[in-house]
């Protein structure tokens, strides 16, 4: 089956620096790459994702990268804000099998104001 | 919309003892999950269905059984709780049909087996 990494698991920045999350994932088939904040008590929530035919995306403040070659993916955050504080987690999802997703192992941001 | 409802929202169970956690979602999605989140682990697919009257296994499905008789409910059952199962447990539904999409999770079920 698919395994996701994600790195680091911990990732402390000054409010107004970026912030980047890295996922490697080890199924070269996985098509569907998304991007969830979880705020302390609350539940996974969707901020970003990207499918295997596109290289970047952005949304604002927001923006992930794929690498299909190497298998992996980046979040980006820009301008961090004390609200970006929170647990991200990368995910990736089979091409046959849909909304069967594996999930990284989580990065705790925190952003000192 | 509710969106995705979880009952209860904490549970206290005994070693041993069963129970089923409730999951109902009112936007007509007809995939649905179940995932446990353990510190340090992220979130783990336990049993997950992709219509009324399917279901398959994930990542973790052992002491977990599921079914999936309408569209909107799909119910997480232990049936011998054990310590292990201690995590919080959150349901997910997504459109699917032909290609990924996002899921939508329920507010989440923290359970403490003693």
């Known amino acids: 089956g698919e395994n996701v990494e994600q790195h680091p698991s911990t990732l402390s920045v000054q409010e107004g620096d970026s912030a980047v999350i890295k996922c490697t994932y080890s199924d070269s088939a996985s098509n569907y790459f998304p991007w969830y904040k979880q705020e302390l008590g609350k539940r996974p929530q969707l901020i970003i994702d990207?499918?295997?035919?596109?290289g970047e995306k952005k949304d604002q403040r927001i923006a992930v990268t794929l690498n299909k070659t190497a298998k992996h993916f980046s979040l980006h955050i820009t301008e961090t804000q004390p609200e970006d504080s929170a647990v991200y987690f990368c995910?990736?999802?089979?091409?046959?099998?849909?909304?069967?997703?594996?999930f990284g192992s989580g990065t705790k941001l925190n952003v000192k104001p | 919309n509710a969106g995705v409802t979880q009952t209860p929202k904490f549970q206290v169970l005994k070693t041993g003892q069963s129970m089923t956690l409730q999951c109902a979602q009112d936007m007509n999605h007809e995939y649905m999950s179940w995932y446990r989140q353990d510190p340090g682990m992220g979130l783990r697919l336990i049993h997950y269905s992709v219509g009324a009257g399917i279901t398959d296994q994930g990542e973790v499905p052992n002491g977990y059984n599921v079914s999936r008789s309408t569209t909107e409910d799909f119910p997480l059952r232990l049936l011998s709780a054990a310590p292990s199962q201690t995590s919080v447990y959150f349901c997910a539904s997504s459109y699917g049909r032909d290609r990924n999409t996002e899921a939508f999770f329920g507010q989440g079920t923290r359970l403490t087996v003693v």
């Open positions: 995910a990736a999802g089979p091409p046959h099998n849909f909304n069967k997703f594996y």
């Open positions: 990207i499918r295997s035919n596109v």
